[in-house]
């Protein structure tokens, strides 16, 4: 059984059909990356995943469990939280008081949330720098690694990553994608949405690939990156 299961979800925006009837799965301890054009929707996808959207048909499984019906919140608290496009910080709030908004499924006095703000600072050497300077001060990448940090807080068995390398410096970029590979050795399943698709084959295990709301290809990461219409589509390779 699957971690996570999409199966056969419709997502709308108003009028608008987003999502067509996808299905996918992601295994315990996975990295599968999700591809396509802007507007193919990769992030309703996620945002359907963590509550955000409500799928008009289909069912979102989480361990067997369906989760499309339950508020955002109780997503978190199941396991499953998400870093969004844009990072979508709290910029007026220390890189601590963001820290501690990831957390706020845990109370401060658990043993554990010690070990938590730990090991992000620890993933994050910058943070920890920086921990008492406001958010809206940080860099891109700064900024970035905040996002990631802060939806690591929830201890997720499932991290979703949207778009970790938009508007970010190639340097900076590979050290995201690094971290990202990191956050999975230590056991966390991820789910990412990038438009890089190179950099994303490069680390995931499985992808899909979505077009106009529908899951066009699938396969290993190995076998999508050697495809010549994923190559020509998405990877700028003739």
């Excluded at 938009?166 to 340097?171: F, R, S, T, V």
């Excluded at 970029?173 to 999975?184: A, E, K, P, Y």
């Excluded at 949405?193 to 690939?209: D, K, P, S, T, W």
């Amino acid at each position: 059984m699957a971690l996570l299961e999409l199966q056969n979800v419709h997502t709308f925006y108003g009028n608008i059909h987003a999502l067509k009837g996808i299905s996918l799965a992601v295994n315990e301890g996975e990295i599968v990356t999700l591809i396509g054009s802007n507007g193919a929707g990769k992030s309703t996808t996620l945002r359907t995943i963590s509550g955000l959207l409500s799928p008009r048909q289909g069912q979102v499984l989480l361990n067997g469990r369906r989760i499309d019906t339950m508020p955002s919140h109780e997503i978190v608290k199941l396991g499953v939280s998400q870093s969004p496009e844009g990072r979508r910080i709290f910029p007026r709030l220390t890189v601590l008081e963001n820290l501690e908004m990831g957390a706020y499924i845990h109370s401060r006095r658990d043993p554990q949330y010690q070990a938590d703000l730990e090991r992000v600072l620890d993933l994050f050497p910058r943070l920890r720098e920086r921990v008492a300077q406001k958010g809206g001060t940080l860099s891109g990448g700064e900024q970035q690694m905040l996002a990631i940090g802060r939806a690591l807080m929830s201890r997720p068995h499932v991290l979703l990553l949207d778009e970790p390398s938009m508007g970010l410096a190639p340097i900076l970029v590979d050290q995201i994608f690094s971290i990202v590979q990191d956050i999975n050795k230590q056991g966390t399943t991820i789910l990412l949405v990038e438009q890089n698709a190179l950099m994303a084959l490069g680390i995931a295990h499985r992808g899909y690939v979505l077009q106009t709301g529908q899951i066009v290809l699938s396969d290993s990461a190995k076998r999508l990156s050697e495809n010549e219409t994923v190559q020509k589509a998405y990877l700028g390779l003739d």
